[in-house]
């Protein structure tokens, strides 16, 4: 690896930061760069094609980033741009910094015993229509997506610009309930929301949607197949200033996620402020009038002439 070279401007810095590359404070001339990855998923040779780059380009350490990139530490300012044209042999890039959609990130819901979605090909759906699609768009702040496969919520989908969290409603077919002693959705229910009264089970307000009770019930009253639906949460930040998602008034369908992606994206160009988050421009305008802008088909209509302001 080459330490010594070129010390690049403050003109030079700002433009390697739009190519995912970050000033390592401790040098003058050496950066981080953000490799980008597909919500955490990389292949094998993928893998060895990163730890090549930072052997020869970095000094041959990585680090992960909250936004699941692979970071190659200590890389001088010259080697920048043959790292970036030796990942590109591999289908590999780097960025993920600026104001524009940041890498999206998701849970291992696909994997997982709790997961009620498919993280990985939804994340990756996203990712590719709205990370790559939306790649030359500049919008008024970073922007942040997140899919979380159930209220766990272990990528804290609720503190991100668009949180997505695959939940399961519980359906609930009284006529099979016997009103057991020992209820088994009663018991399994980690929110306290099911109990048997009057020999019937009931399940109020404080259920979550988790469909950890799916399935528990030896005579069906509570349904495997229970349906599975999407709870989305808008405006959430955190660091400095946090702000907990607001979420949507209603669940939404797997067919309505993109459309309200997309629309909400819109919604974001057109009315926030620069340098302002989405949270920010909902705590201003109202979340009233967000929903119901993004509920209805008005800004995709009006597409080609917000996306050309």
Not at 124 to 132: N, V
Not at 228 to 254: A, E, H, N
Request: glycine share 10%; charged share 30%.
């Amino acid at each position: 690896m080459n330490t010594a070279g070129t010390i690049p401007s403050a003109e030079d810095i700002k433009r390697v930061k739009g190519l995912g590359f970050l000033r390592d404070k401790n040098t003058k001339d050496c950066f981080n760069g953000r490799v980008i990855t597909r919500n955490g998923k990389i292949t094998a040779a993928e893998s060895r094609a990163i730890a090549e780059a930072a052997e020869r380009f970095g000094n041959g350490e990585i680090a992960m980033t909250t936004r699941l990139t692979v970071e190659i530490q200590h890389v001088p300012y010259d080697n920048i741009e043959p790292m970036r044209a030796f990942l590109k042999e591999y289908g590999l890039e780097t960025g993920g910094t600026g104001p524009k959609v940041r890498p999206v990130v998701s849970c291992k819901g696909t994997t997982c015993q709790y997961g009620l979605i498919d993280t990985y090909a939804l994340s990756r759906e996203i990712h590719d229509k709205f990370f790559i699609g939306w790649h030359e768009e500049r919008l008024p702040h970073k922007f942040k997506i997140a899919v979380g496969g159930c209220p766990n919520n272990c990528v804290k989908p609720d503190l991100n610009d668009i949180g997505v969290i695959g939940q399961r409603v519980p359906a609930h077919d009284m006529d099979k309930c016997r009103g057991c002693k020992v209820c088994m959705v009663e018991k399994s229910c980690p929110s306290k929301a099911a109990h048997v009264e009057n020999g019937k089970l009931h399940i109020d307000e404080k259920c979550l949607a988790c469909g950890v009770c799916t399935g528990k019930c030896p005579f069906k009253a509570v349904r495997h197949e229970s349906p599975v639906v999407y709870r989305i949460y808008v405006g959430g930040t955190w660091g400095k200033q946090t702000r907990m998602g607001t979420p949507l008034s209603r669940f939404v369908t797997r067919a309505e996620i993109e459309p309200l992606l997309e629309k909400t994206m819109l919604w974001f160009k057109e009315n926030a402020m620069p340098k302002e988050r989405l949270g920010k421009a909902i705590d201003r305008l109202g979340i009233e009038k967000f929903e119901h802008d993004v509920f209805s088909d008005d800004l995709l209509n009006r597409r080609e002439e917000i996306l050309a302001k």
